[in-house]
């Protein structure tokens, strides 16, 4: 359930999309991820998912408040003694209420109904108990409450998770597809130049400054371009289908996106406070800490169960008087005539129970386990958000050197070329650095793009890619 607010023109981008005779439109990256959260189905599975959370914890919830129940029955028989037929009716209608108190105690109400050939005697019951060792407290009785909190918390997390992969595998897709269209580019300038290497060294060897087997290099270069165009387009057909298929729309559907990468992307935040901003939101890393709570929470209750149990329950009743008259009917409930109170002591003291004491060793043992999985995960997590920040600033030094290597060779192949036509230079060294170009432009396109890519999983470790796409969840 992801809320959003979409400008009116990208509402009306989608709808173009959706439409069977709509021609391609442009489909940004940001576009292609909102998408993704309307309709990607590990979305929409979350979603439901999120439906049973929910309720699980109202279950919960409603543990603690009075539970009522109605049962009754209505019989009848008729029998034969000696000859004689002999009938006789009864009924009977039992209202309930029970409670959990969060100190432990319970509450048990009941109301009889009861009548045999019209003669009712009603009554009421009414029953404490109170643990005053073993269940008694708030930190034991109400556990199962603070641990379905818990639970409803990680599968928020767990939801939140599922989103922030969702634009992250988006991201990726999108940038794969710009790729795609990026080598399809570069080899159409890669055939334009081997055209005009052609044209020139045919221009040569008509003026008598080059052989005519010079211009056979050339055209083999051009034809292998020509192949490797073909599966450059062939890629083009195929990232986009993953990336629709992806996003969840049909995949026979044709876009158009953005040939550069997508810049809009903070900038790398620093060592300490990535590191520190992970502490507060990363998944991983939050729902291990809610999930040691819970380990404590079953300790205390292990060490709970090792105590004596102390229990005293007071009881109540009033009504259900016999046959007729003034000491029956609906009027015994009040008359003080058919009453009755009771106080009882229960106790239960374990003695060399193994398997109680069973049960405490494990939750020592995990909550240890536990405690020792979390400082190696603080120590993988810092280690983790280090590495991301200096992927994501070497991909920052590599474009900027792929920048200066583009320039540099695009320099050189004109000198060359212009060299190839006055027959100073070989057919090989023209294409060898046309191909070098080819290569650094491409080159430049995978820089920006595991920038990108790198920026993104630092974002979604430290746990706010949301945030810095915009994006909202109601829970």
Known sequence: MLYRFLTISFALIFFCMKSAYAEPKQMTLREAIYLALAYNVSIENEELRRIADKFNLKVVYNHYQWQYGFAGNVGYTSSKVGGRTEESTSSALTPTAN???????????????????????PGINLSVTQPLMRGFGKQI???????????????????????????TQVTNAYNTLIQAQNQVEISELTLKAYQQTIANVRANIKAGRQAETDVLQAESNYASELINLKGAKNSVLTSTRDLLNLIGVPPDKEIIIDKTPYSHLPEIPSQYEAYQTALENNIQYRSDLLSLESLRRALLVAKDEMRPAFNLTLNATTGGGSGRGINAGFESLFNNKNTSASAQLDFDVPIRNYSIKQNLINAQVQLAQAEINLSQELRTLKTTILNNIADTQTSIDQIDLSKKAIELQRKDQQQLNAKLRYGLAS???????????????????????NYINSLTVLYANMGILLDVWQIDINY
């Open 99 to 121: 409670k959990t108190g969060v100190y432990g105690t319970t509450y048990s109400l009941n109301l009889t109904n009861p009548s045999n050939n019209g003669i009712y005697n």
């Open 141 to 167: 009785s109400l556990t199962p409450l603070y641990n379905a909190e818990d639970s409803e918390l990680i599968s928020r997390l767990g939801f939140k998770n599922s989103v922030i992969q969702v634009v």
């Open 427 to 449: 057919v090989f060294e023209v294409n060898t650095r046309q191909h070098d170009l080819a290569q650094a432009m491409n080159q430049l396109v995978n820089d920006q793009i």
